[in-house]
């Protein structure tokens, strides 16, 4: 999947997000899993904004500084550049194209949405800055056949804490996504910043405090946290 960068946006990337100016697209998830049963997975957009936006989008496999004409993946998107108008929608549709992927595990991939403003008119001839905005989704590819659902596989991560250290294993075939951590169930108050494990991985988290209850608060398939009761482990 590769294509070239639009005109002038490769300026715009480096000033993504900056003062108080807001994106208009807004995107139906926050992340996207891919079934490997399925043909195709759609992303859908809307326009928020007052104005028309340009939007274009490609798919990496973990360089963050990816550009459209060097991204590698093995996935095509359609369409790679569309105008959005205010009020409307758009989805994206996503492809497997079938270069082998692992059988056993989630693979991870990234899906990049560039939105590129309609440009001002600025009558009065003063000097502007106009902002592009570049949302970085996950993209997991699903295979067929792991022998647990994503859901229990959060159930069997192992933690152990030692001091302001919180070392979690992941056994499971899936990708495991830590929002951050709580002293409570309720998750109001933050105690530890959190990460992605990956499968069969173990990854080492820092706590605020070396005393006292820590909650893992884990991020579903569709973006919702789920608490888990790590002491239990």
Do not use: C
């Not at 992340?31 to 859908?44: A, M, Q, T």
């Not at 991870?108 to 949405?113: C, E, Q, S």
């Not at 001002?120 to 792991?146: C, I």
């Not at 056994?171 to 951050?180: E, H, K, Q, T």
């Amino acid at each position: 999947m590769k294509m070239k960068l639009l005109p002038t946006t490769l300026a715009l990337l480096s000033t993504l997000v900056a003062f108080s100016a807001h994106s208009a697209i807004i995107i139906a998830g926050t992340r996207v899993v891919y079934p490997e049963k399925d043909k195709e997975v759609s992303i859908k957009m809307t326009n928020n904004g007052k104005a028309p936006v340009l939007i274009q989008s490609w798919i990496d496999s973990g360089d963050r500084n990816s550009r459209p004409d060097n991204a590698q993946a093995p996935f095509t998107l359609t369409p790679p550049i569309n105008r959005v108008d205010p009020g409307k929608g758009q989805s994206l549709r996503i492809r497997y194209t079938g270069e082998p992927l692992p059988k056993d595990k989630e693979s991870i991939f990234y899906l990049n949405v560039l939105e590129i403003p309609a440009k001002v008119k600025n009558a009065e001839g003063k000097s502007m800055l106009q902002m592009a905005f570049r949302s970085r989704l996950k993209l997991f590819f699903r295979p067929d056949g792991l022998p647990i659902s994503a859901s229990d596989a959060q159930q069997q991560v192992k933690w152990s804490r030692q001091g302001t250290t919180v070392t979690a294993t992941n056994p499971s075939p899936y990708f495991i996504n830590v929002a951050y951590f709580s002293d409570d169930r309720e998750g109001k108050k933050s105690i530890g910043s959190g990460g992605m494990i990956a499968p069969g991985a173990t990854k080492t988290f820092t706590l605020s405090r070396s005393e006292g209850n820590y909650y893992p608060f884990i991020i579903n398939d569709f973006g919702a946290m789920r608490v888990i009761d790590s002491e239990k482990k």
